[in-house]
């Protein structure tokens, strides 16, 4: 179930709303509980028993973490590790295991040795959003091992924040550290939902007007043999539209479905393509892995205080292994391996980029450009294709008499609009979180305006990926 | 870091609580969401409560008990895979049943198409009113199908994707493989796609040399099947040089399929291919003829668009058709005794099938057969991927009804886009094979019945009497040789102990009446005792020497062309009629109350007055009667049916059909219908398509009958094989095991089911029913670019009698024009008066989408719900 379906805007939420404030405030958490965990069995109803097993040893540990005395490192370090390495092992198996065997078998292949069929092999099933859970689940037991929070008291608590549906699946992270406090009480006022409201209206506009239509454009670049240059161009931008509205806006949406139940989740993104270096970039774009990222990997390694090449080597690993956070292949690992270069270079060159003397525009122009080169590498179903796909963007691919065809695609009125309003809306409009501060009546008539048609654009378009799911 | 979290959080907490709205503004806000997210539900809701709505809520209620029967019966795994896909169904489901989307989606779209260019996920609009499919597009524009990273990634599923075989080379294979087993050949037609061949509408930079446009791993696709040796024909080129040298559109502009024009193109040189590559037996060309016929037609890919029913951006495609007749000038239709079949799919059915809107008699395989000039068999099937007319193929074979029977050569057609996004599935043609009850009969196996069967043959160079036993025997020569004489018009006595025959001076090729001297004969079955009983000028056109009345009397037509009752162990005689006849001499049945001539008239007898009042006369030939006199069967024309009065009330009915699909095997054009002395066996005479009784290649089969309602019980089967002609058969029943006959060869129709021991397993049936549980309703997109699919529906009867609890399965509408029907929300245990056929032979619904996600349950027959119609 996707927030922008017919059984989630029709259904789903309203039920869940409607029972939500029916409810006595103690049986809330419960009902919230129980919705998260229907919304999110409709996916796979067996992935609810993985959730709930996860759910239970972070919640164990916890409690054992709050059992233990200070003094006793041992034992917190051993509670803290069964939390890391139980949430890592199952994000490991289930997101990584198909992985490793095709790269285990492609090596023995490369070397000229049997390779393993990929039919005698367990294939694995990736469950919904388990990168997104397990990493807040973790962060409940390590900000208790830190000191940082206390152990939750109920379980019920515990599995609400952890399987709560408005961030389940594609965030934001929310760390259980931004969030104890709200799970023990937190108010709901007129001004929460309204403004819940125009977060979700807006956030669905964004994904319903702007990503799909240039998702549809995108895919038809992607998915080409050949293309020629200026359609390779287009394709890539149309896609780096297409991740920017599709998540921004899920995390609209998220934040606006937060409010409506009463809970404040913080920013997740920054217009991150106005930043003007790499290293800026990383600042404004889904700000809360890179923060968790920074938090829990980064920082833990050693970050920046000790020395220069271990900095370097260090946000070498945290983009490696955020690229592959991403996804169970190798173009995310490059992917990530090429924005810790850039991250590397900005850093050695004290956090700046090499253009940075040239006009804020230009810099802003050529940071977005060195994006959407990493978003070839994203998008692309493989490294040969990514390679074959920039080879295009520099002019050097092969385009076949068929390639011809992809303009129709690329340049019909319908998509050349949705790309000038998409660029119009990234580098020109008030960001959601600002626009909304002040809801004024004309405001309030533009967001309704923006949710009914976004609802009818809904209804009538089949195009309906939501990216970050399968992440 | 502390300080940074904590900046996040407490500037969250900080925007929020700075929110300036003024509490009207909040108001209307909350109202505006909660009217804009609950109007649609509520009225959606409002819709699906009144019955028959097509809803599908009761899916969704009834899919955790479902889910759990299975996990109790085969696993959680099962259990949970059930559970999912009846959520994701009913997602499916919800949204194709939308509301809002319903009432905005086709203006939507007109804005969107009108102002903006847009198509939608489906359909690409291009420029001078070209619609393409996307699918099609990206074949084109895609990488090569058989690139190792397409071929993964074609087989592991995505989310929300089912896996599926992406190369189409193993399947192929196979298919050409088991094909071959049987003798038959595979040619491969790879359709193209629209864009291959007009690309004009989406680019202007593509110049007319480059077409056709191919996907980059055709030529290796080619190549490994050379490899292979199965032979391929591509009618690319040929289509390309057409649309250059004369102009002509090959492709419709608002539908995915091609032109008349490119139909008929294709088809002529997949003849030519044929006639150079594969050697077909030699057959005599049959006169086909081509009428044209203008027909108007409604684009699929302008119905998929979506756009309203007043929308006036694109036209209804008018189209000139060439309809090809048969000799006979009756409309083209799949012939299943031809010895080519064409398994196709869209690109098959456009124009053949009506229901696609362009047309009838004019598709592939019918231009095929008039380039050919030789009958063609087809199966093709619209939607479902490569794998579905396989798939459909092997499902007729397990139903016993063979289509490969007698074929020598399989065209498999496909849309080429398939190549790249189809599932190929391998799928086995052994169903007869593996299941012990249907394998493939030989004519000498044994029946489940005692008895004989006797018939003329010219397999030994002269016409002579044969015989075999039910029970399983060799056939064997009956009657003598003797030099210049034909023998002919066996029939076999009331007690299957002796029959009669005529023995004649008379050329091989010829139905004299009385012109020719001979003998009317007596011969026990087991070839002793033969006397003569009459001598002269014996009466003898086609069966119609005599007629045993008992064991002891004959009636049969005198020298004079009186009838006459002879008992054949004294020798007296009495005469039936006064009136002598030069022609068409009176055949008295056994009970002296009826007669007819050699035309089927069954006119009434007056015993008393020895007068015969001629009656009405049928059109047809080869009358005869019922032991019992309550009926007389004729075969009403060339080939059949085989029709049936009831002499009382005379009423008629049909005994078998013309090209019955009921029959296993090729041989379907019917002759020669006699009745066995107790009425539960019809023996007849079916050749595959020829007509001429002196050289066509006849065989004998025989099929059970109730002998109250002379209704068919089981299928036929055939009890002689041999290349010259077997024909006029007579059986006697000693003997006879239904049951055992319709599990060894599957059941048809049978009109009362009330008399029956085993009512659902035959149909037509007219029954109440309870309704226990449906399959899934597959999705529109499953079945795009189409929008009607059956979906496989279980009952059980609650008619008072012997049927009453037995389960059946029934194939119903379960989407028609893109619209849920009402079964689909039908609750378990509501009842229902259903009118069914079977499933099996019923041609008009070989195309259709089947969805079929109830657990197996080969027991059980498919009918399908004719009540719907």
Redesign the interface.
Known sequence: ?VFS???F???F??AALAVYYALPPRARQLWLSLASYAFYG?A???FMALMLFSTAIDFGCGRKLGATLPAAHGGRRFWVGVSVVSNLSLLGFFKYF?FAVDSYSALLGALGLSALH?DAVL?IA?P?GISFYTFQSMSYSLDIYRG?SRPLESFLDFACYVSLFPQLVAGPII?Y??IADQLRERSHT??????G??F??LGLAKKVLLANPCG?VAD?AF???GLRTLDAWTGVLAYAFQIYFDFSGYSDMAIGLG?MFGF????NFDSPYRAESITDFWRRWH?SLS?WL??YLY?PLGGSRLGVWRTYLNLGIVMLLGGLWHGAAWNFVVWGGWHGAWLALERARGKRSPYGRLPRPARVALTFAGVLVGWVFFRA??L??AGRYLAAMGGLGEA??????????LY????L?SLSVAASVTWLAPQT?DW??????PR?GL??GC??LA???M?????NPFIY??F | MASILEARVTQAAHELGQTAVRPAVAWLLRLGFALCVVVVPALEIARDSKRDSGSAWPDLAAAPAHAWQLTRRTGALAGNRALHESLIAFEAALEERSLLGARARPRFQELLTRWLGAGNEQVVTGRRGWLYFRPSLDYLTGPGFLEPGVLKRGASAGRGQKSRHPDPVPALADFAARLAERGIGLVVVPTPVKAALHPEGLSKDIDESDLPLQNPSLASFLARLADLEIPAYIPDTRLAAAKHDRSWPQFLRTDTHWTPEAVENAARGLADFVDARLALPERRPVAFTRRLAAVLGRGDLLALLGLPASQRLYQPERIVVQRVFGPSGEPWRADPGADVLVLGDSFTNIYSQGKLGFGESAGFAAQLSYALRRPVDALAVNAGGPSAVRERLRERLAAGEDRLAGKRLVVYQFAARELAHGDWRLVGLDAMANAGATRPRRPEDALPARGALVWESSRSGDWRIWTRRLEGSPPRQLSPDEPGLQHCCAHLSPDGSRLVYLSRSVSKDEYPEFEVPGELRLLRLDGAGGRTLTSGRPYGWGNRAALWRNDRELIHVGPDGRTRLLDVESGASSWLTEEPRTKLAWLIDATLSHAVSGSPTFSSYDAAKRRVRVGRRFPGCEPYFSHDGRFGFWVERGGGPIRLINLASREIATLLEHEDPSIPGAQRYLYFPMLSRDGRLLAFGASSGDHDHFRSNYDAFVAPVDPATLTLQGRPLRLTAHPASDRYPDVHVETLDVERWRREAPPVPQSDPATHERPVAAGPLDVRAVFRVCSRVPSLREISPYRDALVVCEWQIVEAGAASGRRLRVAHWGLRGGERQAITSTPPGVTARLRLEPLVGTVQLDGYALSDSLPPAGELPLYYDAGED
């Open positions: 179930m379906s017919h059984l805007v029709y259904y939420l309203p409709w796979n109803p067996a198909n990929p294939r990736l919904l940082r760390r550290s931004e007129p001004e929460k939902f309204a403004r409201v125009a979700f209206s549809f038809a998915d080409a043999a409010l404040v989740f913080p920013k700000i923060s920074r938090d920082l179903p493989d040969p294709a076949p008499a068929a390639a011809a065809l992809v303009g129709g695609l019909t009125p319908y998509a609009l979180w909304t501060r002040r809801l004024t009546l309030a967001v309704l949710l009914a609802l009818v654009a209804a009538s378009q089949g195009y799911f399968i």
